[in-house]
């Protein structure tokens, strides 16, 4: 409670009158972030800004139905800060599923394993010791300190046996399997925080540098595999027809069933050796991830993603023959992966990698360049779900978001971008009304303190109020935002952003800064009201009188809305208020019509009203 109680406190004093020239509070650590010039106030990487990265050599082995998972890997990291490093934090995500490792659930026996076994770790060509135990993140002493703009060379190598339930990877089926947070990583050192000691408790995401990765998934024949990155060999672990048809996709609006049931049954799509070596390689990305499997059928096309450059991108998915909704994800996915890259639509950001793959797993999950998304017996949702997790590729991919600490910062995003989408899917009443039921209704008719927890309160300190402080409440902020601004301005302040921080890590200060600097206004008053305070969305209808209407903001947020009028001659008009309305006054409007009023409701929309009781009012 102590460590929350300074921000609850700032937050109650976040609402005064003239509240677009109140700074944004800054904790200290993020304060003498600013103060050393590696961030800047308007919002850009500061002159001093640094970050590190490793370069990922990976050998990983699966042998289905075996549950044992062998790897070994050459780490080279290296040290860009200006710091000296003693230590490193090295991070095992894997020991999640240990007995004893801190995690905010239940944990069933198919949960539990006996986690990573480090074999051998070596530090510069040392053997070092590598302490067992159930943390997820171990701290190792480095045999010489790692000077600023120097490296040094990890070799480490590791088995696991696979969980047999997970919540974001693991067996599928007894031949199937996707590999999540498999290898041995180093944690991120930034220039905020330092060593990302955080731990992992599975209902929190992730944090991790930007680095190069090659990557070999060894499995027996007739096994295929789909990971991460570009396949460098598929001559080599396909067998021609197979391979050439996966070459074909690369260019093809049309799905091509690169792997059919028949043929897996014919034996007829992988090199027939007792093992393949299938190698990928992936540049300045921030993971990687391998699905598995022997009876998955293969779908593949492309989409062009930048019409300026006629760049496409593959969309493939990888999913069990009898599983009708992942008939559609290929086409699905060329729709989404379209859509967003397109200047027209949001984020209007060409789609950055070479491909994309939905894996049929249980996750609804996002990873680089993958999706493992649970089957769905409605077709539209399953549709909703994978736009879901194929916006993540701008937050938290795009940009390096600490995912643990601001989970707002990409799960509110893909949340606004999943309802932007909708609305071209399925039209605007049919998306808004997911969004509501599925984004909003649970949080504004839920009045427990947790869920009135500022947005700003670290998602690491949060168990209740996490899931609506990451996704509903932030992603009304940002519709908020782009109501009042204006399409035009929001995008260019947001492609402002995303430049500004592409490959980089940006945190809450540096969104909040680039929006006010790249839109040419103030917005504080906005992100103090929003991410600040312990407001929520409740708006009165006060007075009516002649020709003013007072409209009271009972729960605080300065949420858009529409005056929905009767005039006292028999006309009627809808007229919007942005959230603009609450800038000089965040408790209290007066709006003046054109005419005398008889009657007058309010009208959120997807900006739900906690009591729409008082939402209605006639003139005295």
Known sequence: ??????????????????????????????????????????????????????????????APPARDVRGRERITYFNNSPDTLRT?????????????????????????????????????????????????????????????????????VWHFPISLESGREGRIDPTTFFLAYFYPRIAVYDDYNGWDRLPFVD???????????????????????????????????????????LQQSMTSDAVIHVATAADLANNSITTQNGTNTWVWTAKDISDVTVGLSNHYVWDAASVVVDAKAK???????????????????????????????????????????PKMTAFQGFADMEYPMMVNDSPQQDPKFAEFVQDHEIAHTYFPFYMGINESRYAYMDEGWATT??????????????????????????????????????????????????????????????????????????????????????????????????????SGQDLNWFFNNWFFSNGYIDLAVGPVSGSSVTVNNVGGFAAPF??????????????????????????????????????VRLDGGIFMDANEKDNVASAR
């Open 417 to 518: 971008f999943e309802l932007l989408i909708g609305r071209s899917e399925n039209g605007q009443e049919a998306a808004d009304k997911l969004y509501k039921m599925f984004r909003v209704n649970r949080w504004i008719h839920d009045a427990a303190t947790a869920e009135d927890l500022p947005i700003i309160t670290p998602s690491s300190e949060l168990r209740a109020g996490y899931g609506n402080n990451a996704y509903g409440k932030p992603s009304l902020s940002y519709l908020a935002l782009k109501d009042m601004l204006g399409d035009a301005l929001f995008k260019k302040a947001l492609h402002e952003y995303m430049d500004r921080w592409h490959g980089k890590h940006p945190i809450p200060w540096d969104y909040f800064n680039s929006m006010s600097s790249a």
């Open 311 to 353: 760049r496409r991108a593959s969309m493939q998915a990888a999913y069990a023959d009898s599983t009708v909704d992942f008939r559609q994800s290929v086409k699905n996915g060329q729709y989404a992966l379209g859509w967003f890259s397109n200047s027209n639509n949001w984020p209007g950001v060409a789609y950055p990698f």
């Open 203 to 245: 209902s929190k995401e992730f944090y991790n540098d930007f680095n190069d990765y090659t990557l070999r998934v060894q499995v027996p024949a007739n096994y295929m595999v789909w990971a991460t990155g570009t396949l460098q060999n598929p001559k080599q672990v396909l067998q021609p027809a197979a391979a050439k048809r």
């Open 1 to 62: 409670m102590k460590r929350l109680l300074p921000l609850l406190l700032l937050a109650g004093l976040a609402r005064p009158a003239a509240a677009q020239t109140t700074p944004l509070y800054q904790p200290r650590d993020i304060r003498a972030a600013f103060a050393k010039g590696t961030r800047g106030p308007d919002g850009r990487p500061g002159p001093h800004y640094w970050q590190n990265r490793a370069r990922y050599d990976i050998t990983v082995a699966a």
């Open 562 to 599: 529409d005056m929905v009028l009767e005039y006292t001659d028999g006309t009627r008009e809808t007229r919007h208020q942005t959230a603009a309305v609450w800038r000089t006054n965040q408790q209290q409007a007066v709006i003046t019509v054109p005419k005398a009023v008889k009657s």
């Open 88 to 156: 490193l934090t090295m991070r095992l995500i894997e020991n999640i599923h240990k007995p004893g490792a801190p995690r905010d659930r239940d944990a069933s026996p198919d949960y539990l394993t006996s986690g990573v076994s480090i074999d051998s770790f070596a530090v510069a060509g040392q053997p070092r010791p590598y302490p067992d135990g159930p943390a997820t993140f171990r701290v190792v002493r480095l045999p010489k300190p790692l000077l600023p703009h120097d490296s040094v060379q990890l070799s480490v």
